[in-house]
């Protein structure tokens, strides 16, 4: 074989040929199919774990103020529907502007943080003091320097999810490919210039990785709030219950939450797919 | 060039005294901690000499950065997954907009034969290719002095032997400026021969200039080049040089 015919058809193969991961099939039909493999297998889990609770209730003739058949539990829902969903949307308010205010001081603070390291050390003891602060113990306090309704869930939910995604976000604007680093100053790209155009994005798959538990925990803390000063959201909703050992209501309440978890897990892992497209984590298998 | 930690000082480069004429392809060779990636860094101010200057042009390096007069490979193509072909190879015009006059990326890119997977992510394409996006966007900004570190050296040798002549060609293309300067890093006797108009050859401990070989074969080289006695005579006489001056 010549070395002619050796470049030749090494280009062929290089450039016509197709890549080792093209885009994704999106076709519907497959797409339902896969949707179908998922959901099936999971929700038969979730039957079979009902199912064996409703005769654990009806064979051992459990009380219902200790603990009530998922039946019941469903008839409450049902029942109040509009009201379980009201109370739900004030609990994800306060979670989700709590999640938007602590991850924005954490991101801004990390992007700090991540210019020098004597920004770093005046600002990283503060944030392990917050880290390391019961939430549940500053709780009470909130609740006098804001009253009842929004502030305190926002604040705690705030606060519950800032370190973690400092955290994450300082990893992230260093973990950056030194040669692009090079190659961005061999333009003499300025600083800004290089956060905005390598760091941010660089950090983008570790923000995904905080988000994705600590949307999960912004909820958390809003019912903490509201366990302790809410007027309203299902946190009030599941502490009135218990004490009048309502516990349909109660499980209805906590029911709603798992739900709103869920929802928002999902929601955080769309976003991330999307927005990580071009990330390793989110290649076709 | 000295390179200083709690322990000890080691130095790196010593005694390095070198010109380029313009439009040269220069090569710089030797074996592995002979201070040339540290040289290349030096050339294009993203390292500062303990003593001595660099001038490019009769400028510091890091006036001829701030014109986006050098242009840098790696051997790591260096590219941002979240940006396509095109928009990798734009990058370069985007920062530092003190200068914003450049090629079009769209042609330094069918320059390289990418034309097909302009708007392919880099996760999608193959080493060669990627090397190609990342050659192409140090042509962009049409810099003056090229600095290339062993950008082909985590490359198959099939695909290397290709991309040596696909540089070359981009080179002596309108994508390139007619006098544009390349310094070149490698490890391969045979691609410093095929490509340089000069070798130099480093020895290590420290690191410095300990020959310097023409090679006077005619341009546009190709393929044919590789199989002529002179070029095998060439290979010879530097292999003899790295024999002579660089082994540890």
Redesign the interface.
Known sequence: MS??G??GG??EL????E????PRPSRLGSGLRELAAQVIPAAIGLGAMLGAWEAWIEIKNVKPYLVPAPHRVAERLYEDAWFFTQEGLKTLEGALLGFVLGAGVAIVLASLMSQARVLERAIFPLAILIKVTPIVAIAPLLTIWFGFGLMPKVFIAALIVFFPIMVNALIGFRSI????L?????????RA?VFL??RL?SA?PYLFAAFRFSVPLSVIGAVVAEWFSGDRGLGSVIYIANNNLDMATAFAGVFMLAILGVALFLVTAAIERRVL????SN?AD | MVYEDTQRSLRALAGIDLSIGRGEFVSIIGPSGCGKTTLLRIVGGLQSPTSGRVLIDGRAPQEAQREKQIGFVFQDPSLLPWRNVIENVRLPLQVNRRKHTGKDPERVVELVGLENFRRYYPHQLSGGMQQRVAIARSFVTSPSVLLMDEPFGALDEITRSAMRFELLRVWRSEAADPDCTVVFVTHSISEAVLLSDRVIVMSPQPGRIAASLEIDLPRPRDEAVEETQQFIDYTRRLRGLLREHALV
């Open positions: 070395l002619e050796a470049r090494l280009q290089d450039r016509a040929g890549p080792s991961r093209g490919n030194a040669g692009s090079a190659l961005l100053e061999s333009l003499s790209a300025s210039e155009r390598l994005p983008l497209f071009w990330h390793e290649w």
